[in-house]
């Protein structure tokens, strides 16, 4: 019986500390991605910064300094003025 106790109580700490807040970023970067329109600025998962110039049902157009590129909305990982705001 304390085996049990203690196998639910490390299930119990294992979702709150790692499962729950990993949906909740992913839940977040969802709403962010559906969110991007024109003129915001954005950093691909690759780091290439860039504005948003057109936004489709599943890729933008961004415009960087060499020129525009057409990217997939899920290789945006966020805002360029949450990396500016967060240093």
């Known amino acids: 019986m304390n085996q049990m106790v203690m196998l639910v109580l490390i299930l119990v700490v294992f979702y709150f500390f790692m499962i729950r807040p990993q949906m909740k970023k992913q839940k977040e970067l969802k ?3 559906e969110a991007m329109g024109v003129g915001d600025k954005v950093v691909t998962i690759g ?3 860039g504005k948003i110039l057109e936004v489709s049902e ?3 157009l961004i415009a960087t300094e060499s ?3 057409r990217l997939d ?3 945006v990982s966020n805002s360029a003025e949450d990396k500016l705001g967060a240093k």
Do not use: N, Q, V
Request: aromatic letters at 6%.
């Open 31 to 33: 709403k962010f991605r």
């Open 47 to 49: 780091g290439i910064h």
């Open 58 to 60: 599943s890729t933008i």
């Open 67 to 69: 020129g525009k590129m």
């Open 73 to 75: 909305k899920t290789a």
